[in-house]
């Protein structure tokens, strides 16, 4: 069993970087940097964001793989398509941040709870980075959490689940935490010209929308047996630099990202209680 929870860990940690959708990692991050800095701190705003994004993923999964499996025949070949949509309103986000606009937000929800935006919005980005990640990552969370379920072992399935969940998490989670430390300090430096991180950010989210576009499309060719899909330069590109990515999770292992994340939380303690001494002192 011990074996099987740090497969299912290793598989999330992996699947956050999976070819299919790892270009939607940066997008998420930058649009963590272009939104207004709350009341919460930094690791209250990318914790939070870390978890609802973590959530909506592995919910995605969890219903594909437990509801949709036996459809699987006849999702699969669509899913290309969902994620060309998915890149192209991923560059629509990133022009608009790019033109010196902020992310629309529905009116009625201005005087909700401070968690419910941030929370509904990045659990539907967790979802849309699932649907855009079905293709390339579905199968290891079908052949270790849900094979399990399905032959009746409920708590072992769970375990895995949460094992995967966790995975998940510990990669979105320190990457998170790194950029919203850096974001602080970024946003304080950049105090007389503040268009623009979310114009950087709208430039990030365009590169990285154009990419899940092109693999979605990539993955239509393919599958329709074209010839100019194969060798494709940009998805070769992305693909190198994906798997020095998952080179390097895989060596550096959960305990590593345990650590990473607890020196993360460490440094923003200290650097709290730094403001608040030179606060006093001001004071």
Aim: hydrophobic share 55%; aromatic share 8%.
């Amino acid at each position: 069993m011990t074996t099987a929870l740090l497969l299912a860990l290793t598989a999330g940690m992996l699947g956050a970087v999976n070819p299919c959708g790892f270009a939607m990692l940066p997008a998420y991050l930058s649009l963590l940097v272009a939104g207004a800095p709350g009341t919460r701190g930094a690791v209250g705003r990318a914790l939070t964001a870390a978890a609802g994004l973590t959530l909506g993923y592995v919910l995605v999964f969890g219903a594909f793989g437990l509801a949709l499996a036996p459809l699987a025949g006849w999702l699969r070949p669509r899913l290309p398509w969902v994620t060309v949509a998915l890149g192209l309103l991923l560059v629509a986000a990133g022009a608009w941040l790019l033109a010196g606009r902020r992310l629309p937000a529905p009116g009625r929800f201005t005087r909700a709870p401070r968690l419910t935006r941030p929370w509904a919005s990045t659990v539907l980005f967790g979802a849309a980075y699932a649907v855009a990640s079905l293709g390339c990552a579905i199968a290891p969370f079908l052949a270790i959490v849900v094979t399990s379920l399905q032959a009746g072992s409920t708590p072992r399935g769970l375990a895995l689940f949460g094992a995967y969940a966790i995975g998940m998490g510990l990669v979105v989670a320190v990457a998170a935490l790194g950029v919203a430390l850096v974001r602080d300090g970024l946003v304080a430096r950049l105090r007389g010209a503040g268009a623009l991180v979310p114009r950087l950010s709208g430039l990030v989210l365009i590169a990285a929308g154009g990419y899940v576009a092109w693999y979605g499309w990539y993955e239509v060719r393919l599958a329709a047996g074209r010839r100019d899909a194969f060798g494709d330069p940009v998805v070769l590109a992305a693909t190198r630099i994906q798997r020095a990515l998952t080179d390097a999770l895989d060596a550096a292992g959960p305990t590593t990202l345990a650590v990473a994340l607890a020196a993360l939380l460490l440094l923003a303690a200290l650097s709290r209680r730094a403001t608040r001494r030179s606060c006093s002192r001001g004071g």
